[in-house]
């Protein structure tokens, strides 16, 4: 974990050494949006969260989110967020603190008119901190993967989920709820689950290991 305050220092970098190109732009694949593209920012590692993942998430979401309130905390392109607005979402916030891919954010958001859509510019564990308890249905967390925030990105929004909330999580390594290990160990080549959350869903797309996440109760 960096001592420093930690920033996103770019959208969804995935690794320091990916030199793979990143798509010019992805596209909102559900609800009422739906084929709307959204441009990737020219940043290196960059990898937006593929179409055929996001097309997992949010069957195992459900295509109808109406009433949620969301936030995704490392934003980027905003895939995500604007997916779960199209979907119904009641309120959405996109944090992100790479000035590009911000002002690519406005521009989408003013060009669909999604009022729904809160933008926040500014590092996420500090927009974190400021969030009152349970007050999100879901959060999704895409952070850059070189920096190894996953767990601390985990335990500062497990705080401000509902119990019975969601929290969907890209990592490197698998999350693995060492609790049903009888050596409780955290894995060689995984990530030892918060004992707050339980392991709803999981797949392997390439390098990136996509979580579905449940908030326990009490």
Not at 103 to 111: E, I, M, Y
Not at 112 to 136: H, K
Request: proline share 6%.
């Amino acid at each position: 974990m960096a001592s420093r305050t930690p920033s996103s220092r770019g959208p969804k970098a995935k690794t320091a050494t990916s030199h793979a190109r990143a798509p010019q732009q992805v596209r909102i694949i559900g609800g009422q949006y739906k084929r709307t593209p959204l441009p990737v920012v020219d940043a290196e590692g960059l990898r937006p969260t593929s179409d055929r993942v996001r097309e997992t998430v949010f069957n195992w979401l459900g295509q109808d989110l109406t009433g949620w309130r969301c936030a995704d905390i490392f934003a980027g392109t905003g895939a995500l967020g604007f997916e779960a607005a199209s979907r119904g979402a009641a309120h959405v916030t996109l944090v992100e603190s790479h000035s590009p891919a911000v002002r690519a954010l406005h521009a989408v958001r003013d060009r669909l008119g999604a009022s729904m859509v809160e933008i926040v510019s500014g590092d996420a564990f500090t927009w974190l901190a400021r969030q009152p308890d349970r007050t999100f249905d879901a959060v999704f967390i895409d952070p850059p993967f070189a920096q190894d925030w996953t767990l601390r990105a985990l335990d500062a929004a497990i705080r401000i989920v509902k119990p019975g909330g969601v929290i969907y999580l890209e990592a490197a390594k698998p999350l693995v709820d060492v609790s049903t290990d009888s050596r409780n160990e955290a894995p060689v080549d995984g990530i030892s689950l918060p004992a707050d959350l339980v392991l709803h869903k999981h797949l392997r797309a390439g390098a990136v290991h996509a979580h579905l996440l449940l908030r326990k109760n009490g």
